[in-house]
Nanobody
Framework: QVQLVESGGGSVQSGGSMKLACVDA???????????MGWFRQSPGTEREGVAG???????TYANFAQGRFTISQDVAKNTLYLEMNSLKPEDTGMYYC????????????????????WGQGTRVTVSS
């Protein structure tokens, strides 16, 4: 059973960097057989929004606000998904979640939360001005 555990959150000043990790503690990934993986975030009073995603073939996609600042990557051998965030802004503050879909490719649907089957518990990111 997939069991996702995020880590790496914390507090940072505006302009700083942070790298989040999401380990699947319950299931061994096999290269070429992974589902679509994504990072989402949510602030109080807002809906959960897609940050970045990566498909089975390693193709990545980003939300406009993340493009050029964030990088999603995966280490299949370590069952780990990463999100490296640079040039952080106060508006990047929120809970960050990783998620995995049973589908390998999501196309334009990658930002929909209902297409993901497994979620982590989240890690909090706070960016101060």
């Amino acid at each position: 059973q997939v069991q996702l555990v995020e880590s790496g959150g914390g507090s940072v000043q505006s302009g700083g960097s942070m790298k989040l990790a999401c380990v699947d503690a319950g299931y061994a990934w096999n290269r070429g057989q992974t589902g679509y993986m994504g990072w989402f975030r949510q602030s109080p009073g807002t809906e959960r929004e897609g940050v970045a995603g990566v498909d089975r073939e390693g193709r990545t996609t980003y939300a406009n606000f993340a493009q050029g600042r964030f990088t999603i990557s995966q280490d299949v051998a370590k069952n780990t998904l990463y999100l490296e965030m640079n040039s952080l802004k106060p508006e990047d503050t929120g809970m960050y979640y990783c998620a995995i879909s049973n589908q390998a490719f999501l196309g334009g649907y990658w930002t929909r939360t209902d297409v993901y089957n497994f979620w982590g518990q989240g890690t909090r990111v706070t960016v101060s001005s």
